[in-house]
């Protein structure tokens, strides 16, 4: 478990990341996306990405969020954190990055999917204000043919006054 005393930097994540981006995906989810489809998501209009890095001189990735903004909402598509880095809050930091980047771009809401057996991050966003608006039954396939239903979370978005992103806020 890394420790948030040692600090974490978030940078913005363009499309050029995408070889520093898939690795991680890979390492965090049975059926992750690849370094293509990461860059193509990272060129639509309104998508933007968060990286995390810590250790020595911020140069390791510890996780990456991907979203969208279009239309006055905002959308969560991605979220991971390296496993040598979980519970040091790197979530909450790049969550909380992208819901003001959000607002920034003009978003008054942020949506997101969860899959109903994933308990550690339906307990990150519920602490982060985030509430259970619907539900997709039999959305997620893993690749051991079990199924899963996709939460569907909402929070509201509370402007932010321009600062950096910063892992402390
Ligand atoms: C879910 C995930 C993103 C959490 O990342 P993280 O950096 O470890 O989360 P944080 O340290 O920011 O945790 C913030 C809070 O979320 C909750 N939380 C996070 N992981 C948890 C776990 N395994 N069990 C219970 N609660 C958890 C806790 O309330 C935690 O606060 P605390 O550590 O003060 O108790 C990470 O486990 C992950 O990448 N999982 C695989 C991919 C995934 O499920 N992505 C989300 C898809 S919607």
């Known amino acids: 478990m890394a ?55 911020f140069q390791t990735p510890a996780g990456f969020v991907l979203g969208r903004v279009a239309g006055g909402e905002g959308e969560i598509l991605t979220l991971c954190v390296d496993p040598a880095w979980r519970r040091a809050g790197v979530a909450r930091a790049l969550v909380r990055g992208a819901m003001k980047h959000a607002g920034r771009a003009n978003a008054a809401t942020l949506f997101l999917e969860v899959a109903l057996s994933n ?26 043919g079990r199924r899963d239903t996709a939460l569907i ?17």
């Open 3 to 57: 420790s948030p005393q040692r600090g974490l930097r978030i940078l913005p994540a363009e499309a050029a990341l995408a070889p520093v981006l898939a690795p991680l995906h890979a390492r965090c989810f049975d059926r992750p996306w690849d370094e293509t489809a990461i860059a193509r998501l990272l060129a639509l209009p309104g998508a933007f990405g968060l990286l995390a890095c810590g250790g020595a001189d």
């Open 119 to 144: 308990l550690a991050a339906q307990a990150l966003y519920g602490h982060l204000g985030f509430e259970t608006v619907g539900r997709r039954p039999d959305y997620y396939r893993e690749s051991d």
């Open 153 to 169: 979370l909402r929070a509201d978005i509370v402007p932010a006054p321009p600062d950096r992103y910063d892992a402390r806020n």
